[in-house]
């Protein structure tokens, strides 16, 4: 059974990677402090956090009785991920506005908002975000872990999947060596994290919202 998961986990995390990569890469690269440690720590809080966000959804759909269709519900899991991008979005224009706003180097000056958008919060929020976004491998997971024959089991198999992805973000662990190679990585990818920003929170999340 946590073959299963695992294999499972490998043979989708592609899935992972188109979700996560967008917020991930530009958030990372874009950051002031240039280290290896601090790169690792801030992958882990975001990976954690979307992790907590699985188990949450588990909780709740099982306690809505939806994991109990055979297939998830294409509307549903859009409407979530409408709600997804809009967290994520104003996370990373927070992020981008309040620290690392592309054309000056410490961002803002107002104490609050720094706070308020600084990476570890910012690496918090995006994971979760993007840990809202149901794609059919991990509604396959959740629902086998619910059905397990034990809450252990259950909780081991949704862990197993997870780890099963995982192998797809060794990369972004090599980007303090891609900022220190090329500097410009770090003021493209604030470029980009700011436009991302805009786009997820107002043309993927508030348009699809409202209209």
Same mark, same amino acid.
């Given at each position: /059974?946590?073959?299963? $998961? #695992?294999?499972?986990?490998?043979? &989708?995390?592609?899935?992972?990677? /188109?979700?996560?990569?967008?917020?991930?890469?530009? %958030?990372?690269?874009?950051?002031? !402090?240039?280290? +290896?440690?601090? *790169?690792?720590?801030?992958?882990?809080?975001?990976?954690?956090?979307?992790?907590?966000? +699985?188990?949450?959804?588990?909780?709740?759909?099982?306690?809505?009785?939806? @994991?109990?269709?055979?297939?998830?519900?294409?509307? %549903?899991?859009?409407? @979530?991920?409408?709600?997804? +991008?809009?967290?994520?979005?104003?996370?990373? @224009?927070? *992020?981008?506005?309040?620290?690392?706003?592309?054309?000056?180097? *410490?961002?803002?000056?107002?104490?609050?908002?720094?706070?308020?958008?600084?990476? =570890?919060?910012?690496?918090?929020?995006?994971?979760?975000?993007?840990?809202?976004?149901?794609?059919?491998?991990?509604? &396959? $997971?959740?629902?086998?872990?619910? %059905?397990?024959?034990?809450?252990?089991?259950?909780?081991?198999?949704?862990? =197993?999947? +997870?780890?099963?992805?995982?192998? %797809?973000?060794?990369?972004?662990?090599?980007?303090?060596? $891609?900022?220190?190679?090329?500097?410009?990585? !770090?003021?493209?990818?604030?470029? #980009?994290?700011?436009? @991302?920003?805009?786009?997820?929170?107002?043309?993927?999340?508030?348009? *699809?919202?409202?209209?």
């Amino acid at each position: /059974m946590f073959l299963e $998961a #695992v294999l499972l986990g490998l043979s &989708t995390g592609t899935y992972c990677a /188109m979700y996560c990569g967008p917020a991930l890469i530009p %958030f990372l690269c874009g950051t002031q !402090k240039i280290s +290896y440690r601090r *790169n690792a720590l801030l992958t882990g809080i975001f990976l954690l956090s979307r992790l907590s966000v +699985y188990f949450a959804l588990g909780f709740f759909l099982s306690r809505l009785g939806i @994991l109990s269709a055979e297939f998830f519900d294409p509307y %549903f899991a859009r409407r @979530l991920s409408v709600y997804a +991008y809009i967290f994520c979005g104003a996370s990373l @224009l927070l *992020n981008s506005l309040a620290v690392k706003f592309p054309w000056r180097e *410490n961002g803002c000056r107002c104490p609050a908002l720094k706070i308020a958008g600084n990476d =570890f919060l910012t690496a918090v929020f995006t994971g979760a975000a993007v840990g809202l976004h149901i794609c059919a491998p991990l509604w &396959t $997971a959740i629902a086998r872990s619910v %059905f397990a024959e034990s809450r252990a089991c259950g909780i081991f198999y949704l862990l =197993f999947f +997870y780890a099963g992805t995982l192998p %797809f973000f060794i990369p972004v662990l090599g980007i303090p060596f $891609a900022q220190k190679l090329l500097p410009a990585v !770090k003021r493209i990818s604030r470029i #980009v994290q700011f436009l @991302l920003g805009i786009y997820f929170l107002f043309f993927e999340g508030a348009v *699809n919202l409202f209209f």
